[in-house]
């Protein structure tokens, strides 16, 4: 039998596929066997500490729940030939889905909408008037799986669609080589870029300056991606109309400043958080350790370490 380390949790269903073959020592919950230590099984939020990766000589796989994964060191894991496993596709759709709802809410006022309701208000006069979320320019940065279906949703609501990528994809929206040029001719401007170094706050002051005091801007990416000073300083100050904001950087803790404002949506990074979809990931993480076992590949491995497979 292998020995598993278990970062986080994990549901009673996962544990039961686990138990089959491995045995499993939870971090936190006494001592472990660490130079028996052969895989691991994480999450996005808390990945692997660098000191545990460390002093497990012989890992092979780290199975991580959930598409993002840049709380692992991804390089130094393939420098020591560790496979890292994440858990894409799978939620993208629900993701998407946040992403539209929060878009929605944003321009259709539906929070206070049901507050005015459900306070009496409204026996005493309407709610505002609220705007349309149609024919809107929506930007997305990083169409990627999830930004595609996001950007397949968006078609419902005929959206002029604009993107910011790298590389220029083979699609029919706007490519726009500056993300800070995307920002000043959209709308509404949509994160869903992997987290990490390369996007440590790419949505900067200059980007939330150009998308103005009408914009919209939506994060169901990473907390780190948007730079969340420069933004509450725009929400306050009137230079940014409206965040709908699933992810933050310090999270769960919130900015104070951003719990009293009426111009932000707040959401716990519940953007995949279905009884449906995180069962599918979950089955996934097992697949990919059990398979790992089995026939010493996997199935849903991170580029940063495809190439061992």
Not at 98 to 103: G, N, S
Not at 121 to 136: I, M, Q
Not at 264 to 288: F, K
Request: aromatic residues 4%; charged residues 20%.
């Amino acid at each position: 039998m292998h020995n598993l380390l278990q970062i986080g949790d994990i549901t009673d269903v996962m544990r039961s596929r686990l138990e089959v073959a491995f045995k499993i020592h939870k971090l936190g919950e006494g001592d472990y066997p660490n130079e028996k230590i052969t895989h691991v099984a994480t999450n996005g939020h808390d990945g692997v500490p660098a000191e545990i990766m460390a002093g497990l000589p012989n890992l092979k796989l780290i199975s991580c729940y959930g598409v993002g994964y840049d709380a692992i060191d991804t390089n130094k894991a393939a420098e020591r030939g560790i496979l890292v496993t994440h858990t894409p596709n799978v939620l993208n759709a629900e993701v998407a889905s946040t992403a539209i709802l929060l878009m929605l809410a944003s321009y259709r006022n539906f929070l206070s909408d049901e507050a005015h309701a459900r306070s009496g208000k409204w026996e005493t006069g309407n709610a505002p008037l609220s705007y349309s979320a149609d024919n809107r320019k929506v930007g997305i940065l990083g169409l990627g799986r999830i930004g595609q279906a996001i950007a397949d949703k968006l078609e419902a609501f005929n959206a002029d669609i604009h993107y910011h990528t790298r590389n220029k994809k083979e699609v029919l929206y706007t490519y726009h080589a500056s993300l800070k040029d995307m920002a000043e001719v959209v709308d509404v401007l949509i994160c869903i870029t992997p987290g990490g170094p390369s996007t440590n706050q790419i949505v900067n002051a200059e980007v939330i300056d150009a998308l103005g005091p009408e914009g919209r801007l939506i994060n169901v990416s990473r907390g780190s991606v948007v730079d969340e000073t420069a933004m509450v300083a725009a929400l306050k100050e009137g230079r940014l109309g409206y965040a709908a904001l699933d992810v933050f950087h310090g999270e769960p803790r919130i900015p104070d400043a951003l719990k009293t404002m009426s111009n932000v949506i707040l959401l716990p990074h519940v953007g995949s958080a279905t009884h449906e979809t995180r069962a599918a990931m979950g089955a996934l993480v097992v697949d990919n350790l059990l398979e790992q076992i089995k026939s010493g590949q996997v199935i849903t491995s991170v580029p940063e370490t495809a190439h061992l497979t």
